[in-house]
């Protein structure tokens, strides 16, 4: 059974795999093992993302571990993983549409057993190493931009970094609402959202709130979403660029899974689901 159901990796490998840089597989003397099909590596890395499992545990006879990692690092020195994010986005807004006008943000803690240039101390897991996520989505809970830290950041300074990450992309619409739980109730944050042109909507400080009070539920499911991903639940990586390799994959999975759910009732094409995913 495959890790993510192939409605969704198909157009993932299309799109990736025009992005992928032509190399010269013939070697002039013949002499050379036969380079791993990208295809191949991709499906084993997917199933890295998904299970969280060690690359050893996911090699086999048609790829070594060596491998996996020295093909994902060929990836990140392309960009390639960046580039299909920012594809994937495009697709959504053109196809189903991003709503913008409402934004939500909010961090997540996970693990970092193996410490790592992006992991330290956790304050909800007794020091242990760990990196947060500070995730900014639209009102139907897209992944817009993700910025990740060591652990022992406090959410309230990310947001700057976060609201930059959306507005490097064109994605930021002047007068959005941000939607912010009690953790950045203070005048300082009130201060940077109004000086960029957007509406404060944070749950105050020592009153009790509902989840759905600021509609910031909405980002609460997109991180249950992407910790469905145990790599990112569970990372083992010590390098930040690979850190972040990863959080653009899991974004670009849950962005086209998505898609697919909300196309499904609008449109008809070839491989469409039998029924809605």
Known sequence: MP??????????????????????VDHPLGCH??????????????????????????????CSATTLRRRRDEWIEAGAMDALEGIV???????????????????CITKAPCGGEKAARSPVDRGKRGIKRSVAVDARGIPLAVVTTPANRHDSPLLPDTLDAIRESGLLAEGASIRLDRGY????????LLARGLVPEISPKGRPAPLNATGRWIVERTNSWQNA?????????????????????????????????????RYRWDGRPLRRP
């Open 3 to 24: 890790a993510v159901p192939p409605y969704i990796i198909e157009p993932i490998w299309e799109q990736f795999c025009a992005l992928l840089p032509e190399r010269d």
């Open 33 to 62: 093992r036969p380079r791993i099909p990208d295809r191949v590596v991709f499906e084993k890395l997917l199933q890295v993302l998904v299970f969280g499992c060690a690359y050893w545990r996911i090699s086999d006879e048609r």
């Open 89 to 107: 986005l495009e697709a959504y807004d053109r196809i189903v549409g991003l709503e913008l006008s409402e934004v939500a943000v909010d961090c």
């Open 185 to 192: 109730d203070s005048g300082t944050t009130r201060e940077r």
């Open 229 to 265: 991903h145990k790599k990112l639940v569970w990372c083992t990586e010590r390098r930040g660029r690979v850190v972040d390799f990863w959080v653009a994959f899991s974004s670009v999975v849950v962005i086209v899974g998505r898609l697919v759910r909300e196309a499904w009732t």
